[in-house]
Nanobody, 125 residues
Framework: QVQLVESGGGLVQAGGSLRLSCAASGRSFRGYAMGWFRQAPGKEREFVAACPWSGTPTYYGDSVKGRFTISRDIAGRTVYLQMNSLEPEGTGVYYC??????????????????WGQGTQVTVSS
């Protein structure tokens, strides 16, 4: 049973930083891909970042390029999302997701097979 658990969300002022973590358990994830998505109130889920399990290359949504960084730990069981220069528009629930095979449709939430429960990020202006 694959399980993803996010942590690190919270309240931060605009311009601040947060680092989200996603701990994966249940099996070996070699060859998988990891993504981060977010969903603001009343809006559709939005692609934030993705990478294959090797950690590179990395891909980002246009709204976060240059400010967010996706990475994973050496053991390959935790994926991080470093978020800098946060903006109020970044408020929402952030989800990590796992895809059993990295594809060129990494930006689509329908590609992902497993999801965490989400962690709330609130950016105050």
């Amino acid at each position: 049973q694959v399980q993803l658990v996010e942590s690190g969300g919270g309240l931060v002022q605009a311009g601040g930083s947060l680092r989200l973590s996603c701990a994966a358990s249940g099996r070996s994830f070699r060859g998988y891909a990891m993504g981060w998505f977010r969903q603001a109130p009343g809006k559709e889920r939005e692609f934030v970042a993705a990478c294959p399990w090797s950690g590179t290359p990395t891909y980002y949504g246009d709204s976060v390029k240059g400010r967010f960084t996706i990475s994973r730990d050496i053991a390959g069981r935790t994926v991080y999302l470093q978020m800098n220069s946060l903006e109020p528009e970044g408020t929402g629930v952030y989800y990590c997701a796992l895809d059993r095979a990295f594809s060129r449709s990494y930006y689509s939430d329908t590609e992902y097979d497993y999801w965490g429960q989400g962690t709330q990020v609130t950016v105050s202006s």
